[in-house]
């Protein structure tokens, strides 16, 4: 996720910005940049690549300005270069903006702004937000800013700095977090509350449609019709260290708890037009998705969602298990190379083999202008930001989002198909606020040493993936099977030893998923249930139930994956395990 910063004050801007980035870092990004009102006019240095570089070149210029923002850039739109890179301006270099989000109508305004003679020097949609503040500017940044914003879409947050008005920074929230700092003849305004740590413990974080007009001297926030509020300041009781985390404990249980917004910045990021895939699903006779881990977990979900709508045969094959098989591939083929990092080896390579036969390759990835983003013939984007703990949580249910989204939008009931996804967010919410009771289960089976996940249809994949999440954090051993193989052999492994994790809402497989938990009591084995919350007769069979709200049969992995992600992480904490770095394990695979 992008990360911004900014100070009004009566020290020099500089240092106070790139430290507030430094402690932005954890965020993720792909290149960095200042700007400062020097002398009356504006001083913007930016570079791609970590902070060190933009320290390195900025180091030793005797800058005096006390006003400036600063920005880490985690690429939505445009590649990772130097011209991309924030802070933006306008043609006439008067107006600087640094941004975080994603302006969805931007290709309008660009074009508007262009017919207007506008310059428009990037492929951010960034750049669109500071002509038109320039555009808007009478003599007043305020009334500029909430002039423009009247004409952006999507969901952001912002900050402008003006040689015209040299002593204020001028800052929107809509949609994406953004926290003003108090201090003493100084103010800022961060991201996120660890960039502010160093300086103050005052804050007043911005709620959507506000916007802030900091000054050294004082902070007046409006409503976007400039009507002014009166908002209290809070003192934040995180000491610097775990506000990086933003209060919890590992960046796994952060990044769990950030699914309701990683989902709708997902959704949003599809819904809002149609498909602009220059090919349809149906042109070719056969989707292959390759993919490994949670990414490949991903890809078995979405294969029953694109044949249900697409009505395209899908085969799911580990990307490991592709790149060396004889398997027919070629034009007719469409691969989906699934990969929240972009740079899995595995899963690069066995893709650009198919390629290299004929196939056509999409991707569906995390991070902008990773290798396999370039590589691809066409990607869609996960907007779920940077994800630092090495187990996949939030990208994957992003993942799924996607896949949605596109199998869907082969529905003749696309509108009420989407109206139920909408919903996702606010469930996801809610499976979220039972968690001390995942937890309250999840102890009582952290001392098994082996676990069975069953699921069937589109349980299975989420089988799998609770597994992978209790194996690869807390080390115990765990399988997910297809409950319906149970009695093709893993049934021996039940006894009162090996407890089983069933993924059970009411579908259209409910009652066969009955038989197999009743199979498993019969051997003695405890079942831990997940569920629709009112369901009485698996509450009955359950030794423990996790309830989740129902919801139509296509969505239920989005909320039964949730539990399974809280269930390992509860236990690995438990456990004392390094839960954000598990032994052995790498965010990114980067060789086969
Ligand atoms: C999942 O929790 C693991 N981190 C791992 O299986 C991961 O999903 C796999 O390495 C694929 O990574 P990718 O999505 O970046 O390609």
Known sequence: MCGIVGYAGKNPALLVLLQGLE?????????????????????????????????????????????????????????????????????????????????????????????????YRSQTDTE??????????????????????????????????SVKEPNKIVAVRYGSPLVVGIGRGENFIASDIPALLPFTRKVIPLDDGEVVDLRPDGVHIYDSEGNLLVKEAIDVPWDAISAEKGGFKHFMLKEIFEQPRTLG???????????????????????????????????????????????????????????????????????????????????????????????????????????????SDYSLYTHAGPEIGVAATKTFTAQLAVLYSLAISYSEDKERL?????????????????????????????????????????????????????????YIHAEGYPAGEMKHGPIALIDEKTPTFVICPKDKVYEKMLSNIEEVLARKGKVIGVGFQGDSELRELCNDLIDVPSVHEDLTPFLTSVPVQLFAYYIADYLGLDVDQPRNLAKTVTVE
Not at 69 to 98: K, M, Q, S
Not at 144 to 150: H, N, P, R
Not at 334 to 358: H, Y
Not at 452 to 460: K, N
């Open 128 to 161: 669109a937000i500071a002509h038109l503040i320039a555009l808007n500017y009478q003599g007043d940044l305020l009334e500029a800013v909430l002039k423009g914003i009247k004409k952006l879409k999507g969901a952001y947050a912002f900050a402008v700095i």
């Open 265 to 375: 910045d997902t959704i949003r990021g599809y819904i809002s037009r149609d498909y602009h895939i220059p090919f349809s699903l149906r042109d070719f006779r056969r989707v292959i998705v390759v993919a490994c881990g949670t990414s490949y977990h991903a890809g078995l979900v979405g294969k029953y969602w694109i044949e249900k709508y697409a009505r395209v045969p899908v085969d799911v094959v580990y990307a490991s298990e592709l790149r060396y098989s004889d398997a027919p591939i070629g034009e007719k083929d469409i691969i989906i190379a699934i990969s929240q990092s972009g740079e899995t080896a595995d899963t690069r390579f066995s893709a650009l083999s198919a390629k290299d036969k004929g196939a056509t390759l999409l991707s569906i990835v995390n991070v902008i202008g990773s290798a396999l983003d370039r590589e």
């Open 418 to 474: 989407t109206e139920n996804l909408l919903k996702i967010p606010g469930l996801v919410e809610e499976v979220l606020s039972i968690a001390d009771r995942i937890r309250e289960i999840a102890l009582k089976y952290a001392g098994y040493k082996n676990m069975l996940y069953l699921g069937r249809h589109l349980s299975y994949p989420v089988a799998l993936e609770g597994a992978l999440k209790l194996k690869e954090i807390s």
């Open 23 to 119: 402690r932005l870092e954890y965020r993720g990004y792909d290149s960095a940049g200042v700007a400062l009102i020097e002398n009356g006019t504006l001083f913007i240095e930016k570079k791609v690549g970590k902070i060190r570089e933009l320290i390195r070149s900025v180091w030793g210029k005797e800058l005096k300005a006390t006003v400036g923002i600063g920005h880490t850039r985690w690429a939505t739109h445009g590649e990772v270069c130097e011209l991309n890179a924030h802070p933006h301006t306008d043609n006439r270099g008067e107006f600087a903006v640094v941004h975080n989000g994603i302006i969805e109508n931007y290709r309008e305004l660009k074009e508007e702004l262009q017919r207007l003679d506008v310059e």
